[in-house]
């Protein structure tokens, strides 16, 4: 889409360098998408020069700029190979959930996918569900670190102030290392994601569950060792951690639909992570009275399911 309201793009990764009427370009996919009629300049960061993905013994550094066809690699690159996290395991199902052509994906960055702040944003989803931190840096030359979980706020919020640049995302080997599965569902075939879960079983026996695309902004369940829950105390715990309006509501997915199966996948997650049958039925399916029957909610022609797991 023309964007006739810009009258200069400045190659910059400079926060210092923002002024009103700006926006920092990445891969372009959402700004010459959705068009805009108030920007001046776009701050490209084409020319940024950060390396893409950078491994070490601690874990992933992300540049905000690398883009999904540089992430879906990773897996394979020999840095990550011989470090055999399971973690791992979670990249390329994140990525595919990105359903577009290879252009976007060559295009798309990690940055520009968690700024956008879309619910069903798989970069979120991935980043937030490895406990991935991100370092922001603002326009007084300051810099803050905050958990990816807590930089999407709501349908297309998040955290930053104006000006703010993300500038990478770190990604722990503590949750590289655990054991990972992982669930979507879309209501069709190559359509975006209503739901999607990311589970882990860390090495000291923490559970941790997150919720992205049923919910307008990530959830994190945390269940410490010793207090991994059983079925019952699972729906109870996403019942009070995600209230109904928290449940997000677009053409991609009714609220009652994207609640019932954040509440089964859920369940499937910690039935795959404990090694244990899942409980579907008796006073864990459905999850509440006031939920409404399974046969009741819209249809998933060609669901999209997808289990991956690391050992
Ligand atoms: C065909 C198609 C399919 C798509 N499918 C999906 C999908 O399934 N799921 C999904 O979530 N999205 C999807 N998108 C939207 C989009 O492609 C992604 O969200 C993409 O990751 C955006 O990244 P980008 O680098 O192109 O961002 P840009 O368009 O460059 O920027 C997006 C926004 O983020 C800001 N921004 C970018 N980088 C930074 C940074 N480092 N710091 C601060 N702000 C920044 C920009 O100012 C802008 O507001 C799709 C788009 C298309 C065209």
């Not at 290392?177 to 069709?188: I, N």
């Not at 359509?191 to 902004?217: E, F, H, P, Q, W």
Request: aromatic letters at 6%; hydrophobic letters at 40%.
């Amino acid at each position: 889409m023309d964007m006739n309201t810009i009258e200069a793009v400045v190659p910059t990764t400079d926060p210092a360098q923002w002024r009103d009427g700006d926006a920092w370009l990445a891969g372009g996919t959402v700004l010459f998408s959705y068009g805009s009629t108030v920007l001046k300049r776009l701050l490209d960061l084409g020319q940024a020069d950060w390396p893409a993905v950078t491994v070490t013994d601690e874990g992933i550094e992300l540049a905000a700029t690398c883009t999904v066809a540089e992430l879906y690699a990773v897996p394979v690159s020999p840095a990550a190979a011989t470090l055999e996290w399971p973690g791992l395991a979670l990249i390329r199902p994140c990525c595919d959930s990105f359903v577009a052509s290879f252009k976007i994906w060559n295009m798309s960055t990690v940055g520009g996918n968690i700024c956008t702040g879309l619910p069903a944003g798989p970069m979120t989803s991935l980043c937030a569900g490895l406990d991935g931190v991100a370092t922001i840096l603002s326009p007084d030359g300051g810099s803050r670190t905050v958990p990816v979980a807590d930089v999407v706020i709501g349908d297309m919020q998040t955290i930053l102030a104006p000006g703010e640049l993300l500038r990478s995302v770190h990604l722990p080997a503590t949750a590289l290392s655990a054991r990972v599965a992982f669930r979507r569902l879309s209501l069709s075939n190559l359509g975006r994601s209503g739901v999607l879960l990311i589970g882990r079983l860390d090495a000291d026996n923490t559970l941790v569950i997150t919720v992205t695309a049923s919910t307008k902004r990530p959830v994190q369940l945390r269940f410490p060792a010793g207090q991994v829950p059983d079925a019952g105390t699972l729906a109870d715990a996403v019942g009070e951690s995600i209230p109904w309006p928290l449940y997000h509501d677009d053409i991609h997915g009714l609220p009652a639909w994207r609640r019932d199966m954040t509440f089964k996948l859920a369940e499937e997650i910690r039935a795959e992570l404990l090694g244990e049958s899942m409980t579907v039925s008796g006073d864990f399916w459905p999850p509440h009275a006031t939920s409404p029957q399974p046969s009741t909610q819209p249809q998933a022609s060609g669901t999209q399911k997808e289990a991956h797991h690391g050992n």
